[in-house]
């Protein structure tokens, strides 16, 4: 698969919610160096995001497609009780 057909695979799978690191996008569409399909998909406009994960000491990046759904829930404020308001009611 050529880099162009990668990054398509990569952006359908972002945009259908799935979450993506370098061994999964190697395995599931033969690229080897995501990190340069994402900078591609980031140069058209899409708004791929890096959260960081640490597993066995090893610090790795998962990327995923900042939707509008995202957009809305990060905008939704928390409750937090103040002293003088400790209910919910």
Known sequence: MNAHSQSR???????AG???TRLEAERRFGCARLAARIADLRAMG???KTAWEK???KRYARYYLNTPRLKIIDA???FKPT????SLF
């Open 9 to 15: 695979a990569i952006l359908s799978a972002l945009q």
């Open 18 to 20: 799935d979450t993506l």
């Open 46 to 48: 899409h708004d791929v």
């Open 55 to 57: 597993s066995n000491g």
């Open 76 to 78: 939704i404020p928390v």
């Open 83 to 86: 002293e003088t308001n400790n």
